[in-house]
């Protein structure tokens, strides 16, 4: 086992322009920890998607479709960028149009208006989801059987990156009030 010494020095040597002392490093561990674990997680859902509908759907889709299900409550585009942290509504609607397409959900208008039309689960919908959480559980969730702790540190895990999603948006937002160079 190597000693924490041993484990800042060998990081130290490590330095670059994102990262000159320990905790620049460890930070930026962190967030390329954070991109491998997103590229992997976009990488599942789109596969153990294709295990259960075919149609080329991404990643994007099958969150928002999950999304759209959860409590079994119509979703609106607002309640499902907002629930994902997304403000990039275009790519949302493309997703809503080709889960459209592909009859997992269906559109309802409010008082004939399109800012208020709100997406619901269709019954092949919830064949799908139903099957991909199967697929997630015999695939995905057998493996975390063997780590120990799993379930407190998958909590705390999530606790920490909620925090740090909100840090990155005050951030980002401090950041969007600079002068651009």
């Given at each position: 086992?190597?000693?924490?010494?041993?484990?800042?020095?060998?990081?130290?040597?490590?330095?670059?322009?994102?990262?000159?002392?320990?905790?620049?490093?460890?930070?930026?561990?962190?967030?390329?920890?954070?991109?491998?674990?997103?590229?992997?997680?976009?990488?599942?859902?789109?596969?153990?998607?294709?295990?259960?509908?075919?149609?080329?759907?991404?990643?994007?889709?099958?969150?928002?479709?999950?999304?759209?299900?959860?409590?079994?409550?119509?979703?609106?585009?607002?309640?499902?960028?907002?629930?994902?942290?997304?403000?990039?509504?275009?790519?949302?609607?493309?997703?809503?149009?080709?889960?459209?397409?592909?009859?997992?959900?269906?559109?309802?208008?409010?008082?004939?208006?399109?800012?208020?039309?709100?997406?619901t689960i269709t019954s092949k919908g919830r064949q799908i989801t139903d099957q991909f959480a199967e697929f997630r559980r015999d695939?995905?969730?057998?493996?975390?059987?063997?780590?120990?702790?799993?379930?407190?540190?998958?909590?705390?895990?999530?606790?920490?990156?909620?925090?740090?999603?909100?840090?990155?948006?005050?951030?980002?937002?401090?950041?969007?009030?600079?002068?651009?160079?």
């Open positions: 086992m190597i000693s924490k010494h041993k484990a800042i020095s060998a990081n130290l040597q490590m330095e670059w322009h994102l990262a000159t002392n320990e905790r620049e490093i460890n930070f930026t561990d962190f967030e390329f920890s954070v991109m491998r674990v997103a590229a992997a997680f976009d990488r599942w859902q789109k596969d153990c998607l294709a295990c259960c509908v075919e149609g080329g759907l991404s990643a994007m889709e099958n969150a928002v479709l999950h999304l759209i299900r959860m409590h079994d409550r119509p979703k609106s585009i607002s309640d499902i960028a907002r629930l994902m942290n997304r403000d990039d509504i275009s790519n949302l609607q493309y997703s809503l149009r080709k889960l459209v397409n592909a009859q997992l959900i269906k559109r309802s208008d409010k008082r004939d208006s399109k800012r208020s039309a709100c997406y695939l995905l969730l057998t493996l975390t059987d063997s780590i120990k702790d799993f379930d407190e540190d998958v909590v705390i895990a999530s606790k920490v990156i909620s925090i740090m999603a909100g840090l990155y948006d005050h951030a980002s937002s401090i950041a969007s009030a600079h002068p651009r160079a």
